[in-house]
């Protein structure tokens, strides 16, 4: 149950991770890029959850590991209309809800 629970984590990790590398992208110079806190934070959160990821693999078959980081994009959505104020229209919910139950088969 525990290594369910990271490889949720992990997925967070990701998403979180992503969430900062967007931030940091808004400048036009690659220069600009390095100095941005962001970019150091969203490539950190990413490595935490890299770190995660490779713990989790010594224990869960990878079978079902992989499948698992599609909950990375679960959490983008609801990330992506909390900060970014982006519309969830009704087929990302579908979509979310496909994400899940093809989660849980593959993981029972």
Request: a positive charge; one cysteine or more; charged letters at 10%.
């Amino acid at each position: 149950m525990i290594y369910y629970i990271l490889m949720l984590v992990m997925t967070l990790c990701g998403s979180i991770g992503s969430l900062f590398l967007k931030k940091a992208t808004g400048h036009e110079k690659f220069h600009y890029l390095i100095a941005d806190k962001y970019f150091y934070i969203g490539t950190m959160v990413y490595l935490a959850g890299a770190v995660i990821n490779i713990y989790v693999l010594r224990y869960v078959d990878y079978s079902v590991a992989l499948p698992f980081t599609a909950f990375t994009y679960v959490w983008t959505i609801f990330i992506a209309r909390a900060i970014l104020k982006e519309k969830i229209s009704l087929q990302k919910i579908i979509g979310i809800l496909l994400v899940i139950i093809g989660a849980i088969f593959v993981a029972v």
